[in-house]
Each structure stands twice: as structure tokens, then as C-alpha cells.
């Protein structure tokens, strides 16, 4: 294969995973080299120019660093583009699943940019469903009261998402069709604000974040990982309304992500 028809492939594909995405994955940033693939006229001559090939490999893994490093500044000023705005506005556009025919409202999300903290719930409610919010209902009350308990807000230093944007009919689960359809926007979303630290609440939240297993009994309050930023899972504020006997737990959770978080940003 010419290394032009490599090119076409390599960008057509980079093309629909920033459509699919919202933006420029990682892996996308730094373009290969494209070579011509070796025939077998050439291939007699090939052992001839091996050591002429190993310099120029290395001079390419230096040219390679380079572009690295220049990606990676770049990445720290910009996010190729696309705004929050964008990004949900084209959530709001979106017909991807089932929920789509059943939703009045599409819910992507609120909060500020470059939050310390990004809360993330598994789906809108029938309030959220009404007004287009997250967390707006009995549970949302509750959830602005936890997260001003360790001096956290939407209105200051929050952004408030879920895993899917649409309501499930009868507040039920969101089928793993559903948020594989959906989960794109936020990560999307995850790419664009760069929190500093990620609260789940409850435990589709934090399956879906970590792509396991998770018994949110027994890993409550315990962090894990997500590109480099720290995740805790809590029980959700709708579980605390029908069992009060979670808030303690729950109130131990939220206090061991408050010391976490002043580790990492003393002055939010």
C-alpha cells in the first residue's frame, strides 16, 4: 500500500472518532509517518540500506518526541476546538437511542468550567426530564446540601453531569445500550472541563467510569481512576432518601473526598 493511500485511511478515521468523541482524541494528536510498503523487487536490496534505515528511525523516534512535546503543550491551552457549548449543544441534538422518542427534555449537564469537582449520576429524573437540569428534584436538593457540606457548588466550583442525558422511562436503569450510546458525550465533556477530582453517585456511575464491577456496598469511599484523576463513589442522594441509614456512611465518604481534594487544591 502507498503511504498516500495510508494517509486517506489514517484521516478518515481520525475524522469520525473526533465526530463520535466531540474532539481530538490522544491518540489522534501526533500523526504518524506513512512509508511506502516494501515490494519484492525491493526486498534484495533491502538488507543492503539496514543500517541507513536504523538512522533514520532514530532520527524519526527524535522527531517523534518533538511532536509529542508540542502536542502536549498545546493540549494544556486548548481542547482542539470544540467549547462546552458546542459539545452540548450537539448533545442536545442527539437521537442516538431509544430514549430519545421518550425524553421531553435532553439534560447535558451544569456547572462551571475547569471545576474542581465534576458529580456524575446516572440519568435524568422526571424533574430533571422537565426542566432540563441535573439533580433538580428531592434528590438534587439533598445533593446541594452534601456537596455544601465540604464546600462544594454548582454555582462555583462544580459541574454536574450524568452517563446518560436522556430519562429512562419510569426513572428506571439506563440499559448498557443506552450508555455506551451515550458515555461518549461524557468523556467529551470529562476532556473539556478537566476536573480535579470525580464524585459518582451511586453504582452505574462508577461501573460505567471504571469499566467494572463495582459492589457500591462495599466500595463506597474507596478511589479509583480515571485518566489520571481521582474517582470516589458514594451512595446516591436518591438511595439516602429511602434509607436513612446510609447518610452516615455516606457523610464519612464525602469527608474522606473533602481530604483528598485539599491535598490536591487547598484554596477551592
Known sequence: MKAKDK????????TADAYEYG???QKFTVEPDFLDDVTESQ?????????????NLQNQQVQQTAKTEQTEETNSSDSHGITIEELNAKILRCTRCGLARTRNNVVPGMGVLNPDVLVIGEGPG??????????????????????????????????????????PPENR????????????FLEAQIHILKPKMILCMGKIAIEKITNQSISINAQHGDFFDYDGIPVMPTYHPSALLRNEQLKRPAWDDLKKFKK????INSNY
Open 7 to 14: 494517509q486517506i485511511i489514517y484521516n478518515l478515521l481520525k
Open 23 to 25: 474532539y481530538i482524541r
Open 43 to 55: 526486498t534484495a536490496s533491502a538488507d543492503f540500506s539496514v543500517q541507513q534505515n536504523q538512522q
Open 126 to 167: 422526571h424533574d430533571e426530564d422537565i426542566q432540563g437540569l441535573p439533580f433538580v428534584g428531592k434528590a438534587g436538593i439533598l445533593l446541594d446540601r452534601m456537596l455544601a457540606a465540604i464546600g462544594l457548588d454548582r454555582k462555583t466550583n462544580c459541574y454536574i453531569a450524568n452517563i446518560v442525558k436522556c430519562r
Open 173 to 184: 436503569n439506563p440499559l448498557p445500550d443506552e450508555q455506551a450510546s451515550c458515555f461518549s
Open 260 to 263: 483528598r481534594l485539599d491535598e
